[in-house]
């Protein structure tokens, strides 16, 4: 099994940054991919950033030129710099990671529990 906890969230003016981070643990091959989403009141969850094993990126337009996801695979860490906060951001941020398993075939998802977002006019 594996374990994802995210942390970093709070609250914000506009115009600030946050950097949220997120460690996948447990019985790890290896990681696919990992990614953040977002979910606010009433709206679909949604893709904010994915980066996968071979370092590729993809962002939501919401957020691109202003989000950042980066990877640190040894420590099966990822983070998310988030710059010029706009109060359309505030949501619960999510941690999404694709692995492998050390003790069983396959792929699978799992996620975090989420940690909110707060960016204030």
């Known amino acids: 099994q594996v374990q994802v906890v995210e942390s970093g969230g709070g609250l914000v003016q506009a115009g600030g940054s946050l950097r949220l981070s997120c460690e996948a643990s447990?019985?790890?091959?290896?990681?696919?991919?990992m990614g953040w989403y977002r979910q606010a009141p009433g709206i679909q969850r949604e893709l904010v950033a994915v980066?996968?094993?071979?370092?590729?990126?993809n962002y939501a337009d919401s957020v691109k030129g202003r989000f950042t996801i980066s990877r640190d695979n040894a420590k099966n860490l990822v983070y998310l710099q988030m710059n010029s906060l706009k109060p359309e951001d505030t949501a619960v941020y999510y941690c999404?990671?694709?692995?492998?398993?050390?003790?069983?075939?396959?792929?699978?998802?799992?996620w975090g529990q989420g940690t909110q977002v707060t960016v204030s006019s």
């Open positions: 999404n990671a694709d692995v492998s398993e050390r003790y069983r075939t396959g792929r699978y998802r799992y």
């Open positions: 447990g019985s790890i091959l290896s990681i696919n991919a």
């Open positions: 980066t996968t094993s071979g370092g590729s990126t």
